[in-house]
């Protein structure tokens, strides 16, 4: 099984790297990735049934990436909208739930003032089942927690923002 920062390391590799489309499989967990040019295509293929015939109608979503200086300004904008200053924010690898501590009767992970180091877990997502230390990878003073406990989170949605040192 494949701990999340050992995925998120293979996807900056591949995403560096001249690759367009790599596969891994070890222990019965594989990992597909697939790069087309700078867009992220999302592409399902629902089943509608239409009078006695079954038809597939391909659904796609273009997310464009942005380039570095729109995710300055992304930053900045956000900053200046919460009245928060953050150098770095900690976004969910994964969809799951959120989780602030590894039980309910535990206090949080880390809450704003606390200070973090790169390997400080921060939060838990469970997915499918499986519960998934996220760390900061960052030495800093968390400002702003984003999202509530118990609550659903998308992939690379911003869970807190960190004021680096």
Known sequence: MLKVQEIREIIKLVDQSSLQEFTYETNGTKVSMKKLSDNVIVQTAPKVQLEKEVASIPV???????????VVETKEAAANASGVDFDHEITSPMVGTFYS???????SFVKVGSS?????VVCIVEAMKLFNEIEAEV?????EVLVENGELVEYGQPLFRVKTK
């Open 60 to 70: 796609q979503q273009t997310i464009a990436t942005p380039n570095k200086q729109e």
């Open 101 to 107: 501590a590894p039980n309910p009767e535990s206090d």
């Open 116 to 120: 973090v180091s790169h390997d400080t």
């Open 139 to 143: 030495k800093g003073e968390i400002v």
